[in-house]
């Protein structure tokens, strides 16, 4: 296997910035294919107050990159930092960057994004080409990055470093393209001969993820079944069209988790710790989170849990739907996450409803996160549509059986007790209803009260390989393609 010096470009990552799966993502795939002998650098924007708030140092570069954008020419210091042996490059543009939300405020999206990130592309080329060496990979993530493509095929092709870079671009959310107002073309520079409905023109107006589209070498989503769900209209999101066109370098490798860290073995946030053949510390969890939700303490009764943006495409609304059922039933549910301020204040109304029974912790927090994927007995995921999803993921890592929707990487990573009885790890329903999701449910908790059948699940979900390993090898085996 050639050892390849690869470029992630993002607008987060792990654990310098996060606001969701993005960062997690671009945190812990570069370590994975460190291990496997490549040379990786992220670079993504220097959000000053994030970036100290998650207690990370950093350093000047003495180095700074000068570039004009929207009538100003400005001058972006770079800054470095190192953690757990990986690089990152910082570009410094405080009036930008230095805010309290990264994309926008609780709920919001910033006027002047498309300035922000389009700056960001074109600094962090700048930067990528002051690397040692000549560059084979630069691999870019949704919207904010999805100009550097066509940026590096048409602005960017005499930087000798890195114009023989092949670029891959992970769509981790198609619903989110980046569209703004066409005006933003000449103030910002961008290559005007590509606004038509081949290129970057979406209804008059810019898309940057039809850029990246168009432009890239290859394009990846974050799992098989997105990979091919994209291409339909339900879930193609008025690009299906356009996917189909470019669908020859279209594929899907499912996300991994950074399994040293997401470990019940080692996990210093939960009460006692347990593995595969050393259970007996999740129950320990689970009392340990029925009190402090104000719960009674009973092993015998299903705590269902589930961690979300409180949103429809999460399917939120299928949630609440049900929650009075399941507590005349008898059960415990702990719900963490915020969102839409409807599903909040329902939320909040069913607590005063059900205190002894019901759950609501609005916003996110870390420590009780894990507690709850370490507590919980059933993890609910009703997703409309979910490009992979993590929190899955890092329930069966817990053992905390999940119960999903069958769509996208929730299907391709949790393997149904109805499809096969000695592997699974979870159940599936199909139908986006309350009544498909409850039944779906009702059957966990009668598998739950059947100890062998149950302890049978629970330890292939504890055992499952979420790792980036198979998946790191499959990026490594495209970037290879690629390059050959």
Same mark, same amino acid.
Not at 1 to 10: E, G
């Given at each position: ?10 607008s987060e990552a792990a654990p310098l910035a996060k &606001? ?23 670079? $993504?924007?220097?959000?000053? #107050? ?11 570069? @003495?180095?700074?990159?000068? $570039? ?65 060496? /000549? ?34 671009? &992970?769509?981790?959310? =198609? ?31 810019? /898309? ?22 994209? =291409? ?24 991994? !988790? ?10 210093? /946030?939960?009460?006692? /710790? ?15 989170? #029925? ?11 299903? $705590? ?13 609304? !299928? !949630? ?6 399941? $507590? @005349? ?10 969102g839409d301020a409807k599903d909040e204040e329902q939320? #909040? ?18 420590? =009780? ?80 009260? @059947? ?7 629970? &330890? ?25």
């Open positions: 296997m050639a050892k390849l010096s690869i470029v992630f470009i993002a &606001t969701g799966g993005l960062a997690d993502v671009v945190g812990s795939l570069p370590h994975a294919l460190k291990k496997l002998g490549h040379r990786v650098t992220v670079i $993504m924007p220097f959000y000053r #107050q994030q970036i100290s708030d998650a207690g990370i140092e950093t350093r000047s570069m @003495k180095l700074e990159v000068e $570039m004009w954008a929207d009538g100003q020419q400005r001058h972006c210091p770079l800054h470095k930092t190192t953690v757990d042996g990986l690089d990152f490059i910082l570009i410094e543009q405080d009036d930008l960057y230095a805010r309290d939300g990264i994309y926008g405020p609780p709920g919001g999206a910033y006027e002047d994004n498309l300035l922000r990130f389009l700056l960001f592309d074109r600094v962090a080329l700048e930067a990528a080409a002051l690397l040692p060496g /000549n560059t084979d990979i630069i691999h870019c993530h949704d919207w904010q990055t999805g100009m550097i493509p066509l940026l590096l095929k048409t602005q960017y092709y005499h930087h000798a470093k890195i114009a023989q870079a092949r670029t891959v671009y &992970t769509i981790h959310n =198609l619903a989110y393209q980046g569209v703004f107002p066409a005006d933003w073309i000449h103030r910002l520079g961008i290559p005007s001969h590509h606004f038509n409905a081949e290129g970057f023109e979406f209804h008059d107006q810019i /898309n940057c993820m039809k850029a990246a589209i168009e432009s890239c070498d290859a394009i990846t989503t974050v799992s098989p079944s997105y990979a091919q769900e994209i =291409l339909t209209p339900e879930y193609g999101s008025a690009l299906e069209g356009f996917l189909g066109n470019h669908a020859a370098k279209l594929s899907g490798i499912v996300n991994g !988790l950074d399994i040293d860290d997401w470990d019940p073995l080692t996990d210093s /946030n939960i009460v006692e /710790n347990y593995g595969p053949g050393k259970i007996a510390g999740k129950k320990q969890c689970k009392k340990d989170l #029925q009190e402090r939700c104000g719960f009674e303490v009973s092993a015998k009764i299903p $705590m269902l849990t589930i961690i979300s943006r409180l949103a429809e495409q999460k399917g939120i609304d !299928l !949630l609440i739907a049900n929650i009075e059922a399941w $507590m @005349k039933r008898g059960y415990q549910l702990v719900v963490l996450g915020s939320l #909040q109304q069913l607590v005063l409803k059900h205190p002894k029974q019901l759950f609501f912790y609005k916003g996110f927090n870390e420590g =009780l996160a894990r507690k709850i994927y370490a507590g919980g007995d059933i993890f609910l995921m009703p997703s409309r549509f979910e490009p992979c999803g993590l929190g899955q993921l890092m329930a069966m890592r817990y053992g905390t059986v999940p119960v999903v929707r069958a769509t996208g990487g929730l299907r391709d990573t949790v393997t149904d007790y109805n499809d096969s009885k000695t592997e699974a790890t979870g159940i599936h329903f199909t139908e986006a209803t309350a009544a498909a999701f409850d039944l779906a449910v009702e059957q966990a908790v009668e598998l739950f009260h @059947k100890p062998s059948v149950w302890s049978h699940i629970r &330890t292939h979900a504890l055992k499952r390989d979420s790792s980036w390993d198979a998946s790191a090898k499959e990026y490594s085996q495209l970037y290879e393609s690629l390059l050959s």
